[in-house]
């Protein structure tokens, strides 16, 4: 019979003439089942595929790396149409950190990211204007219960707090069960551990760059936050993956009275500078943080609500016995937000967490992701023809989600 095959896994169209029952279509990493439904499938070339749940399909082969075959055990006469971007991708808007309906940092999560090439990624990024973008992917360590790529409209970073809160809500929201109490999500500084206790937390990662910041740099630090070296209490690097600089100031109201200005740095690259001072005792929140960060335009970005920076703020304010082994801060207040972030230290870690709300759902339209058209190759496996990137909402849609969830809150 004859047959057309819809999109696989690598999202290739194919059309193929086959003879007999179970129509199967391979793809360069990927099985789809057309026809059949056995748990294993040995394929032509002798090796064996196992049936997992597959998107939108009836099954799903994993790892394959032959051609296209039918049920006779022959190659099937395959014309490869173009390679699409087609699979319809799930993704969410979760607010992070917030004490209240759309208080803290947004974030996107793309589900299902297999098949994205790194520059749809930062596109689709860029084009979602967020401070951060995630992707969620198969883990490729055993240990891990998922992986993330973490995008921000510059590039990849290879940690990020907010994000891994977000994301983790996100994985948890298809009903996927963990394997164990603590969750291990994979990234680019590796693996991070996650915990339900109420509110998703995450470990503090180790940080990759500390100790103190060198007189020039500091004057740096302090010209941009229009401040003099002397009203600076403390500063050290606590650089855990974007590049932070800690700031200790003398209390809250030398946080909130800050107005840096990118224009007094005269330094090189980019500048990352988190500002921390305590609330009164007794107060219901202990420490103020803002976060400060230039942007590829030259701009200085105020981040909303900054989970890294609290991680490795408070692994320097706590080591260093500035801070209790288990505290509240608040960001986000110089621009209308209030985020929380819930401190906790245990006997080996420190651990950081916040609320996670989703605001709102969707689906990205089948064949539209993707950046531009490139140069085709003879191989078929290395072509990319990409469509255009649309997204199932517009600034209308968005209003509405955004009513009917305040209205469920």
């Known amino acids: 019979m004859s047959a057309a095959l819809g999109q696989i896994s690598e999202e290739w169209m194919l059309s193929a003439t086959v003879g007999g029952p179970g129509l199967m279509a391979v793809g360069s990493d990927s099985v789809y089942d057309f026809g059949w439904d056995p748990a294993v499938w040995t394929s032509p070339d002798g090796l064996t595929w196992t049936r997992v749940p597959g998107p939108g399909f009836s099954n799903f082969y994993s790892r394959m790396l032959s051609v296209t ?18 699979m319809s991708r799930g993704f969410q808007m979760i607010d992070v950190f917030g004490s209240g309906a759309l208080l803290g940092n947004p974030l996107a999560v793309v589900h299902d990211a297999e ?8 596109a689709i990024t860029r084009w979602m204007n967020l401070s951060e973008t995630t992707f969620l992917l198969p883990p490729t360590r055993e240990e891990a219960d998922y992986r993330v790529r973490i995008f921000t409209p510059i ?27 603590i969750i291990v999500q994979e990234c680019g500084i590796g693996l991070v551990h ?39 209490v403390a500063i050290e690097w606590v650089d855990n993956g974007p590049g932070w600089v800690g700031v200790l100031v003398e209390d809250h109201e030398a946080v909130l009275s800050l107005r840096p200005d990118i224009g007094r740095y005269d330094g090189d690259g980019q500048i990352d500078i988190g500002v921390v001072g305590p609330h009164p005792g007794g107060a219901d929140i202990d420490f103020e943080v803002r976060a400060f960060f230039s942007n590829d335009k030259g701009q200085l970005v105020e981040d909303p609500v900054t989970g890294s920076l609290n991680a490795s703020l408070a692994q320097w304010l706590i080591g260093s016995g500035r801070a209790p082994a288990s505290y ?33 759902l969707g689906r990205s339209t089948e064949g539209s992701i993707g950046v531009g058209d490139r140069t085709r190759s003879r191989n078929p496996a290395n072509r990319s023809t990409y469509g255009r990137l649309r997204w199932p909402f517009c600034p209308a849609v968005i209003c509405l989600c955004l009513l009917r969830f305040q209205r469920c809150v």
């Open 328 to 360: 509240i801060a608040a960001q986000g207040t110089a621009i209308g937000r209030a985020g929380r972030i819930h401190v906790t230290q245990d006997e080996s870690q420190t651990w950081v967490g916040g609320s996670t709300v989703t605001v709102s």
């Open 115 to 122: 098949g994205l090439t790194t520059e749809e990624m930062q």
């Open 194 to 232: 996650l915990k339900r206790n109420g509110r998703l937390s995450f470990a503090a990662p180790p940080l990759i760059r500390s100790g103190p910041v060198d007189d020039v740099y500091t004057v740096q630090v302090a010209a941009v936050l229009g401040i003099s070296p002397d009203e600076i």
């Open 69 to 86: 075959v039918g049920s006779s055990g022959l190659p099937l006469p395959i014309a490869m149409r173009r390679r699409l971007r087609s």
């Open 155 to 181: 590039g990849e970073l290879p940690f990020a707090g907010h994000p891994t809160l977000g994301t983790c809500h996100a994985w948890l929201s298809t009903g996927t069960t963990p394997r164990g109490d």
